[in-house]
């Protein structure tokens, strides 16, 4: 069910790195023209690093690895472009829409497609006020069970922190911090909360992958890479307006991450807009050196 582009699937086949992207980024995470100029920047980042990239997304009902420029623009332009989690690509499908792929989407495809390692962003986690609004984003649910290892910048600094890492745990999924004692907050290197387990290098990650997949627990990994220091920014005020006026507005659900990041974009003057793209493709230089070192041992390893 899941078309690859020639290369992806080429590189699939011949166990070559290889490196899933989300697209909700391009459809609802930034606007035009910084979401299609950020996704080829991405793209160009992970073959620079020896991997291919493999944007994910649904285009006219098929799920499709891999995108070309002219799916890239329409996925930033069009407004009839929805956002998929993992639960809605069956509705997607069934009447041939378009759609940008959230984490959880994407992890899915990503899997049945043979590909391990999947760069963004953040990744959505428990928001504030979850005890009363049960507002648990799927991401994490599908970290629980899809093998997929995920590099982010850590979970977005609109969540709550401290629960995210405690739904985590009880889904079994390895928390890992690149080069960092501390895990990392999206915008921010400091989230007040201790690194289960540092890892220094890329390879050093890549082994716990093999190693983790090995014994067919069936969770993903999350792979936290703080954002560059030069790019770092401290909005916890900014994030808080946001979540007033969210919750002003009665904005729940799949639209509130939007809101909240064009809300933040908006109130902190393009600031955060510029770290977003930063962290992204940050994130993007250590996936495809893990992608490529996975790529490595798998092969030493006749996997």
């Not at 690093?49 to 332009?77: H, K, N």
């Not at 499908?93 to 953040?122: K, L, N, W, Y």
């Not at 540092?198 to 890549?206: G, K, L, V």
């Not at 919750?247 to 909240?260: D, Y």
């Amino acid at each position: 069910m899941i078309s690859l582009s020639a290369e992806v699937a080429a590189a699939v086949a011949e166990g070559r790195p290889v490196v899933a992207l989300e697209s909700t980024i391009i459809s609802h995470g930034m606007p035009w023209p910084q979401n299609a100029e950020t996704a080829r920047l991405i793209e160009a980042e992970i073959r620079a690093g020896g991997a291919v990239p493999a944007t994910i997304a649904v285009i006219d009902g098929a799920l499709r690895a891999g995108l070309d420029d002219a799916a890239l623009e329409r996925l930033g332009r069009d407004k009839g472009v929805v956002k998929a989690a993992s639960r809605d690509l069956a509705v997607a499908m069934a009447r041939g829409g378009s759609a940008g792929t959230t984490v959880s989407a994407t992890m899915v495809i990503a899997e049945r497609a043979g590909i391990a390692v999947f760069a963004t962003g953040g990744v959505g986690g428990v928001h504030r006020g979850a005890e009363a609004s049960f507002d648990i984003s799927a991401d994490l649910v599908e970290l629980g069970r899809t093998q997929t290892a995920v590099i982010c910048a850590g979970v977005k600094s609109i969540l709550d922190i401290p629960k995210t890492l405690e739904f985590l745990e009880t889904q079994r999924v390895p928390v890992l911090t690149y080069g960092s004692d501390e895990f990392p907050a999206f915008y921010s290197r400091q989230s007040g909360q201790k690194a289960e387990h540092r890892c220094d290098t890329p390879e050093a990650i890549a082994e716990i992958i093999r190693r983790h997949r090995g014994l067919g627990i069936g969770s993903g990994l999350l792979i936290a890479n703080p954002i560059p220091l030069e790019n770092a920014v401290e909005i916890e005020p900014i994030i808080a307006a946001a979540i007033a006026d969210a919750a002003r507005q009665g904005i729940i659900g799949k639209a509130l991450t939007p809101f909240l990041l064009a809300r933040i974009n908006d109130l902190s003057h393009g600031e955060s807009l510029a770290a977003n793209i930063a962290l992204v493709r940050n994130n993007a230089v250590l996936a495809a050196k893990i992608a490529v070192a996975l790529a490595e041992r798998n092969r030493t390893h006749g996997l």
